[in-house]
């Protein structure tokens, strides 16, 4: 061992020491070499516990959520089931409200054409306002269907009134009033939706015919009476 | 320090909820995690905390990861972002009047990781969160701003200050 030769170092080794002694340099270097430290050997059954109620939780989150979407689309079919009964389409026959009716008859003049005119259209969202500047929003209505009997032709304009039941008994063709004609007016309203709304049996002369084809007696809820006016 | 790092098929074990696969990657990578949360935030508890809430959003977030090779950087930051949240309040940044810096004499003194530790837990909590995330974690300037919600400059001094306390704190531990 003693013959072995010494060999020397380079000049600037202490440099290099003193360098490696540099903070930053030791700094950079320790930082790899930081110590690990151990958690607690508990914190697993927490993690497992956070899980498992984690777990418990998310059916209720999927379930609540697919409630939900159920409840929406029964309120969307319950909405869209109003909207279609309030669209549905008129019934043929006008349907007449009793405000309608007082309203008409206390007109003192109309001509059948007039009458036909005041029959709003399907597409028309007519309003009628009634005294006191109430409001009343009308069912859509169509024009009802015109018998095919050939019209009436009236000079003069119409009166109508209410029709004296206790003189039908006794009535008589006068010669002088052969031009006159009654008509009956079958009206019913009410929240039960009959088949036919309005009736008209009219251009006869005698009130007894009209009572003969008259069956609906107990439907029967108004009549009016038509009269030519008199010059 | 017995650490398998998770491979691709652990990771997909991990996806499909199986808990012997996560009680796997738990181990594997736990000490990286606490280390991690403990050295940022100095307190055994909060730091047990983060680790928890941690390893709960890996489990559940695992399939969100594109690339299972970033699995251990994406945890690391995962646990930093937990432990500013925890330790939020206790994050100071005052202004660094530099007349109270201790002067800058030559560093004579060798020292190792076990110090450079303790010396890094007795920083100020602003400063070592900062240094952490900076220097040890290799977060930008610009992301630990960010996260620590505090300007890109406010993070160089809160660097300089730290690196300065810690010269002064090492030369004092060596002392003892």
């Given amino acids: ?231 | 320090m017995n650490q398998i790092l998770p491979n691709s098929e652990l990771i997909e074990r991990v996806i499909s909820q199986e808990r012997k696969a996560q009680f796997q990657l738990f181990e594997s990578t736990k000490r990286i995690v606490y280390s991690l949360a403990y050295r940022i935030l100095n307190d055994e508890d909060l730091a047990h905390d983060v680790l928890q809430d941690t390893y709960v959003e890996v489990f559940q977030q695992l399939r969100s990861l594109k690339q299972p090779e970033a699995l251990i950087a994406w945890m690391k930051t995962i646990t930093v972002r937990k432990a500013i949240k925890a330790g939020k309040k206790l994050f100071e940044f005052d202004h660094l009047d530099q007349s109270q810096d201790p002067p800058d004499n030559q560093f004579d003194s060798w020292f190792d990781g076990e110090l450079l530790d303790q010396a890094i837990r007795s920083l100020p909590p602003g400063a070592r969160a900062v240094f952490m995330l900076t220097t040890v974690e290799g977060f930008s300037h610009k992301e630990t701003a960010q996260l620590l919600g505090i300007s890109e400059s406010t993070s160089k001094s809160q660097v300089t200050y730290a690196k300065k306390l810690l010269r002064n704190r090492i030369q004092t531990l060596l002392r003892i």
């Fill in chain 1, 1 to 231: 061992m003693k013959s072995l030769p010494e060999h020397k170092p380079r000049e600037n080794s202490w440099e290099k020491i003193m360098e490696k002694k540099d903070f930053d340099f030791q700094l950079n270097e320790n930082l790899k070499k930081l110590p690990v430290h151990v958690p607690s050997d508990l914190v697993w059954e927490r993690i497992e516990k956070e899980l498992e109620s984690q777990r418990r939780i998310f059916p209720w989150k999927a379930f609540s959520i697919a409630a939900s979407f159920v409840a929406f689309l029964l309120l969307a079919l319950y909405l869209s089931k109003q909207d279609a009964r309030m669209e549905d389409p008129p019934k043929s026959i006008s349907q007449v409200t009793s405000e309608n009716l007082l309203l008409e008859n206390t007109n003192d003049q109309f001509t059948k054409s007039d009458s036909l005119a005041s029959i709003p259209l399907d597409s028309q969202n007519l309003e009628l306002q009634k005294k006191g500047n109430r409001i009343m929003k009308r069912m859509p209505e169509s024009l009802p269907v015109i018998s095919s009997r050939p019209s009436i032709s009236m000079n003069n304009q119409a009166i109508v009134k209410g029709l004296d039941l206790g003189s039908r008994e006794n009535h008589s063709i006068n010669p002088a009033d052969r031009e006159e004609t009654y008509h009956s007016v079958a009206i019913s309203w009410g929240l039960n939706r009959k088949k036919i709304l309005m009736k008209t049996n009219f251009g006869v002369q005698d009130p007894a015919v009209l009572i003969s084809t008259t069956n609906e007696k107990s439907e029967l809820q108004a009549r009016i009476k038509l009269k030519r006016k008199k010059q």
